[in-house]
C-alpha cells in the first residue's frame, strides 16, 4: 500500500476529489508501522493530564477562583498551578486579574477551552457507564431530560459511528 488511503475504492471527480467513501476505517493497520501523525495526541499534549480535565470541569461549571478549583478537583496547589499555566499557554484558558492588592487572578476558558465542553460531556457519559457504580450527578437539558451525549454528522445528522467513517487525507 502506497499510503493513499482513498486510493482505490472511491470514485474521483475530474481534479481528483473523492466523490463516495474510500476505504473502511479497518484498513487503517495496513498502513506502515511508526508512529502516526495525530490530532488526538497533539491535543493529549495539551489536555491529558488529570488535574487538566478535572480544572477544566470546574470551569466549565462556572468555578473559576484558584482555591475553589483546587478544593472541588482535589489537586495539590502546585499541581494546579502548573496545569493552569500550561492551558493558559495552549490558549485553553485565560487569567483574569480581579484584586490588585494582593493580586488574585480568576480563569475562564477561552473559545478553544468552551469547545470542550463535548468532550467532558462525553468523557462524563463513558465514565458513568463504564467507570463507576452509580454517577454522581445527573445532567439534565433545559427541556428537563437527562443528556445523552449523541455524535451527529453535522452535514447529513446521521449517527456518526466507527463503521461509518473513511479516513481521507485534508484538502
Known amino acids: 500500500m502506497d499510503g493513499n488511503l482513498a486510493d482505490g ?9 473523492p466523490t463516495s467513501p474510500g476505504v473502511p476505517l479497518d484498513r487503517m493497520a495496513e498502513l506502515p508501522l511508526g508512529p502516526r501523525p495525530c490530532s488526538i495526541a497533539a491535543a493529549l499534549d495539551v489536555l491529558g493530564e488529570r488535574w487538566s480535565l478535572l480544572a477544566l ?5 462556572g468555578v473559576h477562583r ?10 495539590s496547589r502546585d499541581i494546579l498551578a502548573d ?3 500550561k492551558l493558559e499557554d495552549a490558549g ?14 480568576e480563569y475562564h476558558l477561552t473559545q478553544a477551552g468552551r ?26 437539558h433545559t427541556c428537563g431530560h437527562s443528556v445523552d451525549v449523541e455524535l451527529r454528522c453535522g452535514h447529513c445528522g446521521d449517527p456518526v459511528t466507527r ?4 479516513p481521507a487525507r485534508p484538502r
Open 9 to 17: 475504492a472511491a470514485q474521483r471527480t475530474a481534479d481528483g476529489t
Open 57 to 61: 470541569r470546574e470551569m466549565a461549571y
Open 66 to 75: 484558584f482555591a475553589r478549583i483546587a478544593g472541588f478537583t482535589g489537586a
Open 83 to 85: 496545569r493552569l499555566r
Open 92 to 105: 485553553v484558558v485565560e487569567r483574569r486579574q480581579y484584586s490588585e492588592h494582593p493580586p488574585r487572578f
Open 115 to 140: 469547545e470542550l465542553f463535548p468532550v467532558l460531556l462525553a468523557l462524563r457519559a463513558w465514565g458513568d457507564k463504564w467507570a463507576v457504580d452509580a454517577p454522581a450527578l445527573d445532567l439534565r
Open 163 to 166: 463503521a461509518s467513517l473513511t
